[in-house]
């Protein structure tokens, strides 16, 4: 067996969300018990016509977690609100807790920012339906 084809037996294909990473079986053996571990065990979710892993998930957040995978390192993308991202680690198999500590504050701001939002909306929405159905209602 060429190099060549050592290297393209040992190499992956994942297409998330429409874009596609390419990476080496090695490299996603780093983080054992994850579903990325578990393909190169399996053939879940591959299209041997493509040569691919199909995912229908976040690219963006997908290429972090990827880049955990290299680098040990995982980073919050500022683009994605902090449930989003959780949701994406959750069906990686990755912790949130393991965000290092340069992005560790934004995430958890932005994780808080949303629950207060949605516990203001629902604050304001509970409020609104009561003024309604005191002046809506028939004595």
Known sequence: ????NMDSDHRVVLNVGGIRHETYKATLK?????RLSRLTE???NYDPILDEYFFDRHPGVFAQVLNYYRTGKLHYPTDVCGP???E???????D???VEPCCWMTYTQRGKMHYNNRAKYTTTWGKMHRVKAVFTSHH
């Open 1 to 4: 067996m060429t190099m060549n």
């Open 30 to 34: 780093k983080i054992p018990a994850t």
């Open 42 to 44: 399996a053939l879940a």
């Open 84 to 86: 989003l991202f959780e």
């Open 88 to 94: 994406e680690l959750e069906f990686w198999g990755l």
């Open 96 to 98: 949130s807790n393991q």
